[in-house]
């Protein structure tokens, strides 16, 4: 009798375990790009509707819990971008950062947002942080050329000649309905890297010939921030930070008009708190984002984000600290101040290295 309800419950117990493992493990598979057998879980999911975009398409609680997909052959985590848009979300929300998370989608932040009709994408263009390839990914799209590697330099920023409507020529209800259906997305970087990047571009290499930058900008910044007169080199970066430092930067930015996009802040340029992004890229992390990008666009298999040299878009605190280095803790504390709006709805750490 006793070895009857010994196997009894060894019986209960086998079945218990299998009952549980299988409301687990659903499917087993192995990655045929691997070199390892080593198998990795997949979740069942329903497939989406016939015609539905990958961006549509939900991901269910449990691959949110996880932040494991697979895509193109191998793993992302998809959970990354779902944690930028949440801590958007979240900042925009704060009534203490309003006035520096909120802007209104005025003509100019239109003006920064490029469309491709035929693949349903809008663009919001962020200078200095990579934007000339993700410009040529969409004159590609939109059928102006027919690869990445045939588009002139010359061509890329000639909005007469590069096939880039931007958002601010469509009728308001025709700005309406791409800014609630179609995959909208931009990328950020570092903002005080960044600044650095746009000085660097604008005020010493200016690699397009540029020459109002220097003959006509940089005058004017040094005639109202240049602390020591008798100073007689070129715009010097202290002098670039006081400027965008200065509560009252407007006047000036009137007078540069549109120049000021390369330096000024991602709230003023595409409105992240009043537009809901389908995705927000980082520069740091843009081997991954990229790619990413592309799929959720569902425009893969149609280009290729041009390759990224390795590192060349890690933060280099390195740098920062040369290029601040002799700047005083007044004058970096007034741009953190305009800029903090930035660090914090993307998630960039507070630069005490440098405030403190």
């Known amino acids: 009798m006793h070895h009857q309800w010994l196997l009894l419950a060894t019986c209960f117990w086998v079945i218990f375990m299998f009952m549980v493992a299988s409301k687990f493990i659903t499917l087993t598979f192995k990655d045929p790009d691997a070199y390892s057998a080593k198998q990795e879980f997949l979740f069942l999911t329903a497939a989406p509707d016939a015609g539905r975009s990958l961006r549509e398409t939900h991901f269910p609680e449990e691959l949110k819990l996880t932040g494991n997909m697979l895509a193109g052959g191998r793993l992302v985590q998809p959970l990354v971008y779902m944690q930028r848009l949440e801590l958007v979300r979240n900042v925009c929300r704060e009534d203490t950062l309003r006035n520096l998370s909120h802007t209104a989608v005025s003509k100019f932040v239109l003006d920064r947002i490029f469309v491709c009709d035929k693949h349903e994408i809008l663009f919001c263009q962020t200078p200095k942080v990579g934007n000339t390839q993700w410009k040529k990914v969409l004159i590609v799209l939109n059928g102006a050329f027919p690869s990445i590697e045939e588009i002139p330099e010359s061509v890329v920023h000639d909005h007469e000649k590069n096939g880039l409507p931007r958002l601010s020529s ?187």
Do not use: M
Request: charged letters at 30%; aromatic letters at 16%.
């Open 170 to 356: 469509f009728s308001d209800a025709e700005i309406q309905k791409r800014l609630k259906t179609y995959f909208k997305f931009f990328i950020v970087r570092d903002p005080f890297e960044r600044l650095i990047s746009a000085f660097k571009d604008k005020f010493v290499h200016n690699p397009r010939f540029e020459p109002w930058y220097r003959h006509e900008i940089a005058p004017g910044i040094i005639r109202k921030y240049r602390r020591n007169r008798t100073e007689t080199r070129g715009i010097q970066f202290e002098d670039f930070v006081r400027y965008l430092g200065d509560p009252n930067h407007r006047w000036l930015d009137l007078q540069f008009g549109d120049h000021i996009i390369h330096w000024v802040t991602y709230v003023e340029l595409c409105a992240p708190c009043e537009i809901k992004y389908s995705v927000i890229g980082h520069h740091e992390t843009l081997e991954d984002d990229a790619p990413y990008i592309l799929k959720e666009a569902g425009i893969d298999h149609l280009v290729s984000y041009p390759t990224i040299p390795p590192g060349i878009t890690a933060y280099n605190r390195t740098k920062v600290e040369h290029y601040f280095l002799g700047i005083s803790k007044r004058d970096i504390r007034r741009l953190y101040a305009r800029f903090e709006g930035d660090f914090k709805l993307f998630g960039y750490q507070k630069p005490d290295f440098l405030l403190n």
